[in-house]
């Protein structure tokens, strides 16, 4: 059975640092790119940060450069999202995403709820 189980999230104030993380479980997690998503209320899902294996590259929404740093272990199955700087725009759901474009997989977590607010 196939899981994604994000943690890490909660109440920040601005100017503040997170550590998100999403452990898999269910599929062989080093074949896969990992994504962190996040969608805030009435707004669209929007990309937050990617990263392959094993090439390990990695990308960044525009408003993450320079902030949000995506990094990945494979023994433990789990990739991380360091955010630092933290603004209250950044307040929303993140999402973890694991793909695997060659065989058309895409698997999503639950979501961690991020809030920036004094």
């Known amino acids: 059975q196939v899981q994604l189980v994000e943690s890490g999230g909660g109440l920040v104030q601005p100017g503040g640092s997170l550590r998100l993380s999403c452990t898999a479980s269910?599929?062989?997690?080093?074949?896969?790119?990992m994504s962190w998503y996040r969608q805030a209320p009435g707004k669209e899902r929007r990309l937050v940060a990617s990263?392959?294996?094993?090439?390990?590259?990695?990308n960044y929404g525009d408003f993450a450069k320079g902030r949000f740093t995506i990094s990945r272990d494979n023994a433990n199955n789990t990739v991380y999202l360091q955010m630092t700087s933290l603004k209250p725009e950044d307040t929303a759901v993140y999402l973890c995403?694991?793909?695997?474009?060659?065989?058309?997989?895409?698997?999503w977590g639950q979501g961690t709820q991020v809030t920036v607010s004094s």
């Open positions: 995403k694991a793909s695997k474009a060659s065989r058309g997989l895409i698997y």
């Open positions: 269910g599929f062989t997690f080093s074949d896969f790119a």
């Open positions: 990263i392959g294996s094993p090439d390990i590259n990695t």
